[in-house]
């Protein structure tokens, strides 16, 4: 994984969270168990009309999928049944994989309102931003200590956080159907790479036959310089490898309904401030902001 300025964002998430603890996250069960419980009834109630989920059955599994395995040597497909109790339809043209602007995701997502990045989908909402890590030795989770997470995977592996996304990637990834959306980080110089997460993990389950096309978009957060674009050899590399699975590919150079988005964090930034001086000199910043917020809400 790479580390660009967006890292400091995403760092900043990780360091306010785990400062009051180390290891597993602490009530994790129970956090699971609500968790599953908020996303049928107020996240995506749509999805469940039919037939809710079993929350303790559900959150149980989870735990049980990496509890007494060794701390770096959880196998991805021990996931497998957590998956499949999970498992739902990605809407059509909802996929949104990305690279490095996780804040930027959440910020633009809207819950899976907008786009459905993998974090908003059932399965990947329960553990996003949960922390979690396994051990032989009784309980079985490792509590109250430092223990390898995502970030640690150079050292360890197939720890258990890492061995979860990978297993849920994978199905995100298969089950996209239509147009998908690829979000990169314009502030980083090679933006797309052939070992990051999405290159390794997402791009190869993507199917051909049930994806259409591809949007890419390079976005960045306001302030922050623009080192890469469309016409670059990062993105195009990228656009070659789907064109060759018969995707043909479209991409945008910080595309104005993400940044507008970004802008609503950001409403005194000289850059926000040029974004909406061509729309009326007679409107302010903050009516814009919230009437844009409004529009991209109901109909994108």
């Not at 309102?113 to 908003?120: A, E, N, Q, V, W």
């Not at 993990?201 to 922050?224: D, F, K, M």
């Not at 469309?230 to 910080?254: A, F, P, W, Y």
Request: hydrophobic share 35%; glycine share 4%; proline share 6%.
């Amino acid at each position: 994984m790479l580390f660009p300025a967006s890292f400091i964002f995403i760092s900043h998430i990780y360091l306010s969270s785990a400062a009051c603890y180390v290891g597993t996250t602490p009530h994790i069960r129970s956090l699971l168990i609500n968790r599953c419980l908020e996303y049928q009834m107020t996240v995506q109630p749509s999805i469940f009309c039919n037939q809710r989920r079993n929350c303790t059955l559900i959150a149980d599994q989870f735990l049980e999928s990496f509890r007494f395995q060794e701390t770096c040597n959880v196998s991805s497909l021990r996931f497998g049944q957590y998956l499949e109790l999970t498992h739902h339809d990605t809407p059509p043209n909802m996929v949104l994989f990305w690279e490095d602007v996780y804040p930027a995701v959440k910020m633009y997502s809207n819950n899976g309102r907008r786009l459905m990045p993998i974090s908003d989908t059932f399965y990947g909402y329960l553990p996003d931003d949960v922390f979690f890590c396994a051990t032989t030795e009784t309980p079985g989770i490792i509590f109250n200590e430092t223990c390898p997470n995502f970030s640690d995977t150079k050292t360890c592996p197939q720890n258990a956080e890492y061995s979860f996304w990978v297993a849920a990637s994978q199905q995100y990834a298969s089950s996209a159907v239509g147009k998908v959306h690829i979000m990169f980080n314009s502030s980083m110089e090679t933006p797309f790479v052939n070992d990051s997460f999405f290159a390794t993990w997402e791009l190869p389950n993507i199917n051909s036959t049930t994806v259409t096309s591809a949007e890419i978009l390079l976005v960045h957060y306001p302030g922050q310089s623009v080192r890469s674009k469309c016409s670059g050899q990062s993105i195009t590399e990228l656009k070659n490898k789907l064109q060759e699975r018969g995707i043909t590919t479209v991409c945008h150079d910080s595309p104005r309904r993400v940044q507008l988005v970004f802008c609503g964090d950001y409403p005194d930034n000289k850059e926000c401030l040029s974004l909406i001086s061509s729309s009326s000199p007679n409107i302010t910043p903050s009516l814009i902001f919230f009437s844009y917020s409004l529009l991209l809400y109901y109909y994108i």
